[in-house]
Nanobody, 127 residues
């Protein structure tokens, strides 16, 4: 079992940066693949980025590649999402998620893959 709590959301101007954090509880956090998803009003939840249990592999949606960076600190039981060059279309509620399965290769990238979710944090990018 793991519980996830996101923080770091807010209002930022286009072109600006934000860093989201996700604090996790649970002794097995270090073995989990983690991900970030987002959901804009009236839209389905979409994949943003994922990272392997040890942080050695990561994967991004095309829409954020080169602008966002996902990282994981197992010692602190924390997941991060550094968001740069933000655009109004990045406005959404951002969720962190955990997948307890072991991935030797590849990474989870759909909502169905993740069994644990945080409550979300709002990110609003003004134009």
């Amino acid at each position: 079992q793991v519980q996830l709590v996101e923080s770091g959301g807010g209002l930022v101007q286009g072109g600006g940066s934000l860093r989201l954090s996700c604090a996790a509880s649970g002794r097995t956090f270090g073995t989990y693949a983690m991900g970030w998803f987002r959901q804009a009003p009236g839209k389905e939840r979409e994949f943003v980025a994922a990272i392997s249990w040890n942080g050695g592999r990561s994967y991004y949606a095309d829409s954020v590649k080169g602008r966002f960076d996902i990282s994981k600190d197992n010692a602190k039981s924390a997941l991060y999402l550094q968001m740069n060059s933000l655009k109004p279309e990045d406005t959404a509620v951002y969720y962190c998620a955990a997948d307890s399965r072991i991935y030797r290769t590849g990474l989870p990238s759909t909502s169905r893959d993740f069994g644990y979710w945080g409550q979300g944090t709002q990110v609003t990018v003004s134009s």
